[in-house]
């Protein structure tokens, strides 16, 4: 399967409400379905950050955040990553972290970045030179750490 995405990005304020209702369906189907993860996704930081969201036509696919330096960390980060499982095995997350990256570097230049990661993706995440820089921590039932990603030349 090899996919093109359209990539938008858009402010909280700039999303439709159809757009809204699509990046949080996608972020439900993901972290609580396929997950089985009850947790509270709206965390009031969504309303300060810029949406990466991956269309193939009509049909959102990918979604990431771009989170400003001091809301989640002290510095920008990426959170919220997600793919749909019908999107999945075609390299739409490999993409999704590169324009991801991309877009934080054009708005905040070059700069380290931190996310915190499902220890089960640091291997992934470790490919886009992200490094473990925290113990693991149990978030949402889900074994987590940070990974820091230093400033790239």
Known sequence: MNLKLEWRFKTFEELSKE???????????????EQNC???DLD??????????GYQGDTMMAVARIVPAGLSYEYPSIGRIAVSAKGRGGGLGIELLNVSIA????????????IGAQLYLKKFYGSFFFEQSGEPYLEDNLEHIEMTRQIQS
């Not at 757009?19 to 379905?33: G, K, N, P, Q, S």
């Not at 009031?44 to 969201?53: A, S």
């Open 19 to 33: 757009e809204l209702y699509a990046l949080l369906r996608l972020r439900c189907e993901v972290f609580v379905v």
């Open 103 to 114: 877009k934080l570097e054009e708005l905040y230049g070059k700069s380290v970045i931190r």
């Open 38 to 40: 009850n947790f509270l």
């Open 44 to 53: 009031n930081k969504d309303q300060k950050c810029l949406h990466v969201c």
